[in-house]
């Protein structure tokens, strides 16, 4: 089965600054890949997502990358601000088989120092 | 905005107890999903339901889960008789025809004493 790796686990920013997180996945048939945000006590949110025929998608200060080669994407906060501070999921499912289940990597904590 | 609703938020109950976790989907959605979150843990996938049938399930949902579509709003988790690993956030999802973006509900905090 699928197999998403995320890192780093943790992650300190100073506001403004950019951060990185990057993901890695095992299943090469997996096309759909959605980035979470989980504020405490909440359910995970969809801020982004990017299909496998698409290198790079953007939305205001959000950015993810697509290497389909590799098999790793990465999501780009740019001018981060204290309420980007939660817990990010990258996660990878095949579309257009099955269910569309989703595997979700092991979540990064960001937090935005002002 | 339509959302993902999830009751009860918390649930504590007793080793070998039923317990019956409630959600109520985006209305027009087909695909439905449980996620659980161990503390500290990824989330994992559950189940999928459709045309009121499992389509997956992974192979945490052994026999001691079932789901159901019991009327047009709700879909539920039922746990049979409860271990203490069972201690964990079930979350709901779902998913509309021809989309791929699943809907997380809040979540309900099981924990098993």
């Known amino acids: 089965g699928e197999n998403v790796e995320q890192h780093p686990s943790t992650l300190s920013v100073q506001e403004g600054d950019s951060a990185v997180i990057k993901c890695t996945y095992s299943d090469s048939a997996s096309n759909y890949f959605p980035w979470y945000k989980q504020e405490l006590g909440k359910g995970p949110q969809l801020i982004i997502d990017?299909?496998?025929?698409?290198g790079e998608k953007k939305d205001q200060r959000i950015a993810v990358t697509l290497n389909k080669t590799a098999k790793h994407f990465s999501l780009h906060i740019t001018e981060t601000q204290p309420e980007d501070s939660a817990v990010y999921f990258c996660?990878?499912?095949?579309?257009?088989?099955?269910?569309?289940?989703?595997?979700f990597g092991k979540g990064t904590k960001l937090s935005v120092i002002p | 905005e339509p959302e993902v609703t999830q009751t009860p938020s918390h649930q504590v109950t007793q080793m070998g107890q039923e317990v019956i976790l409630r959600c109520v989907p985006i209305?027009?959605?087909?695909?439905f999903y449980w996620y659980r979150q161990i503390l500290g843990q990824k989330v994992e996938f559950l189940v999928s339901f459709y045309n009121n049938e499992i389509s997956e399930k992974s192979e945490i949902f052994d026999d001691q889960f079932s789901v159901e579509r019991p009327d047009g709003s709700n879909f539920t988790l039922k746990i049979r008789s409860t271990k203490l690993e069972d201690s964990a956030m079930y979350f709901c999802a779902s998913r509309g025809t021809a989309q791929e973006t699943q809907y997380f509900g809040p979540g309900t905090r099981l924990l098993v004493l």
């Open positions: 996660a990878a499912a095949r579309s257009g088989a099955g269910s569309y289940q989703l595997t």
């Open positions: 990017i299909r496998s025929n698409v």
């Open positions: 209305s027009n959605h087909l695909y």
